[in-house]
């Protein structure tokens, strides 16, 4: 092994890691990068890609185009023994060559690397018969560049996921860039994180109708460093939006999901903010998390995963956004009263509330905020 190289294990896949990209708080992309902290997020994706190909009667193919050392797609190739065929594409010639290093650590047979710009590898991947049934886009920043070829790229049935770190963005620092990305502007909230999430679906539904396709979330994970996403590729069957904006008043604390373009509060009449356009369908689809949930266990996965996809399943009918209970304490000037407690409150008052995998210490209901405050 090259001595810049250091030898880790990430489920049951062995990875060869640049030396600094361990020690380092930013990983350096130079040799090829490699994020330690992002093993969760690919402890999902094998969750969320078995889940998904269990179920898919197409060649079971996964297109990797950012491929990096590989720590994704070869995890795949070597944990999910249904994959027939792995598609390992990047530009940087050295990410590769410690890609192919990694396969043969393992033993895995089935991968094809490519040394290609990501747009141009996902068009030679744009032929019905060249399709992927599973494919990723995990670039620095936005992914917004890339959703066109991907989703061409993307079996009518098949699974797309994106990730984007471009977090400032996506959190309202700068507006128009946002716009510019992902045709909708943030407002910057406690919630900015359902809302990020929100915009790069609403981004990549909009690109698809472009394309006569439409997408349906199955599942979608943040943590401080990334959003992600999973969506569904559909051939267009009707025209029902999920798209609108979220209503969202500093003066009361009121926000919901709204269709029209409106300003006022209903509650208390002030003049509220507009984050949008954006998907304000459901995040999940629950058949598809409460299998994730039973398949998690024939993975050596983060034991955080599970719990979360908990959260998840029991959230996915309840409306778009979350109130923290610390916003609540404000609001009643008082030390916050526990998650638990909240919910049961709310319960007890006959609306539904449950946690949220989108923030530990927040919770969703159908109650508005003049309800919860005068319940909690
Ligand atoms: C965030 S990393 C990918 C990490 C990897 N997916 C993982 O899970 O470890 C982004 C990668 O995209 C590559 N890259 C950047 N721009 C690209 C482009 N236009 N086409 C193809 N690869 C590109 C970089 O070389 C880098 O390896
Ligand atoms: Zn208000």
């Excluded at 051939?235 to 604390?253: A, F, H, M, S």
């Amino acid at each position: 092994m090259e001595s810049n190289l250091v030898e880790i294990t990430e489920g049951s896949t062995k990875l060869l890691v640049p030396r600094e990209s361990l020690v380092e708080k930013a990983p350096p992309r130079e040799p090829a990068f490699f994020n330690p902290r992002a093993r969760i997020s690919r402890d999902f994706s094998i969750i969320a890609y078995a889940t998904f190909l269990k179920n898919f009667k197409g060649p079971k193919t996964f297109l990797d185009s950012l491929s990096g050392i590989g720590a994704r797609s070869i995890r795949i190739a070597n944990e999910l023994r249904e994959v027939e065929q792995v598609f390992v594409n990047d530009v940087n010639p050295k990410a590769l060559e410690i890609a192919e290093k990694i396969s043969k650590l393992n033993n895995v047979t089935n991968c094809i690397f490519s040394e290609n710009e990501a747009c141009r590898f996902l068009s030679l991947h744009s032929r019905r018969d060249q399709r992927g049934a599973v494919v990723d886009v995990d670039p620095f920043g936005s992914p917004s560049r890339y959703l066109d070829c991907a989703i061409r790229a993307t079996f009518h049935g098949g699974l797309l996921s994106a990730t984007a770190t471009d977090l400032t963005v996506l959190h309202g620092l700068f507006p128009a860039a946002c716009k510019r990305k992902y045709y909708g502007v943030p407002v910057r909230t406690k919630y900015g994180n359902e809302i990020a999430l929100r915009l790069i679906l609403g981004c990549t539904n909009l690109i698809a109708g472009r394309l006569d396709v439409k997408i349906a979330p199955l599942f979608v994970q943040n943590n401080m460093h990334y959003y992600k996403i999973y969506v569904k590729v559909l051939v267009r069957t009707d025209d029902q939006e999920e798209i609108g904006y979220i209503l969202n008043c500093k003066n009361c604390g009121n926000r919901h999901a709204t269709k029209e373009v409106k300003n006022e509060c209903d509650i208390c009449k002030s003049k509220a903010e507009l984050a949008g356009p954006l998907w304000i369908g459901s995040l999940y689809n629950k058949d598809f998390v409460n299998e994730m949930i039973v398949n998690e266990a024939q993975f050596q996965v983060d034991k955080s995963c599970k719990k979360i996809l908990e959260k998840c399943r029991d959230e996915t009918e309840m409306p778009p956004t979350y109130f923290t209970i610390d916003e609540i304490a404000q609001m009643h000037r008082s030390a916050p009263i526990s998650l638990a407690k909240t919910i049961e409150k709310i319960h007890k008052a006959g609306f539904r509330a449950t946690a949220t995998s989108l923030n530990p210490a927040a919770f969703k209901t159908d109650a508005r905020i003049d309800e919860i405050l005068s319940i909690v």
